[in-house]
């Protein structure tokens, strides 16, 4: 199975501050097709998981765009240009490259 | 408005048997594929098991392989997931989701609230 790891684990920032989380995978991510599968999921306390991003890059609708994607490869990262409140929560990447799709550890997003 | 509601978890022994379902609502649930995704609590995610629109193509992550079974009754909208010889590891919120095409793939666009299910004597 493809691995997927995040750093860090834990986050904390400051209200109206950039925030990065990266998320790397253990073999390539590039599909036959040229695509890179890889998602971004927000999992606030208490709710289950929406989706942000998708194929590295492209914000899901009703997504702010203080997110943003980027990445190629094995490597990608998800930055928030001004954490609000409303951003506290758990952050994942998910590969749907290769099966079984697998996801990243998590990444604890909390305000300072 | 599109609805997953999930339902039937509970406490099991090790060694027993449940079966969850979800419920789809606002949406034409025979056109679309759907996903069983898990979360061991205070842990991550993981890929359980998919089906295709019309029931005949499934897929299991391999540590859930010959111990669960997922089925779908399009008539009724509404997907299950048959879990036997559970294991203490199996404890975890049970999410279903619904794919964007008929055929299972990366792109699931709406997830359910979970169902618990808790393995322990």
């Known amino acids: 199975d493809v691995v997927m790891t995040q750093s860090p684990l834990s986050l904390p920032v400051t209200l109206g501050q950039p ?6 995978s253990s073999q390539s991510l590039v599909y036959s097709d040229g695509h890179i599968y890889l998602n971004w999921f927000q999992q606030r306390p208490g709710q289950s998981p929406r989706r942000l991003i998708y194929k590295v890059s492209n914000r899901d609708s009703g997504v702010p765009d203080r997110f943003s994607g980027s990445g190629s490869g094995t490597d990608f990262t998800l930055k928030i240009s001004r954490v609000e409140a409303e951003d506290v929560g758990v952050y994942y990447c998910m590969q749907g490259t290769h099966w079984p799709f697998t ?6 997003v909390d305000i300072k | ?22 419920s789809a609502s606002g949406f034409t649930f025979s056109n679309y594929a759907m996903h069983w995704v898990r979360q061991a609590p205070g842990w991550g995610l993981e890929y359980v098991s998919n089906i295709n629109n019309n029931g005949y193509t499934t897929y299991y992550t391999d540590s859930v392989k010959g111990r669960f079974t997922i089925s779908r009754d399009n008539s ?8 036997s010889s559970l294991r ?8 279903c989701m619904k794919d964007v095409g008929s055929v299972a793939g990366w792109d699931f666009d709406y997830w359910g609230q979970g169902t618990l299910v808790t393995v322990s004597s």
């Open chain 2, 76 to 83: 009724k909208n509404t997907l299950y997931l048959q879990m």
């Open chain 2, 1 to 22: 408005e599109v609805q997953l509601v999930e339902s039937g978890g509970g406490l099991v022994q090790p060694g027993g048997s449940l079966t969850i379902s979800c």
């Open chain 1, 103 to 108: 996801f990243g550890p998590g990444t604890k």
């Open chain 2, 88 to 95: 203490p590891e199996d404890t975890a919120l049970f999410y």
């Open chain 1, 19 to 24: 925030a990065s989380i990266s998320c790397r």
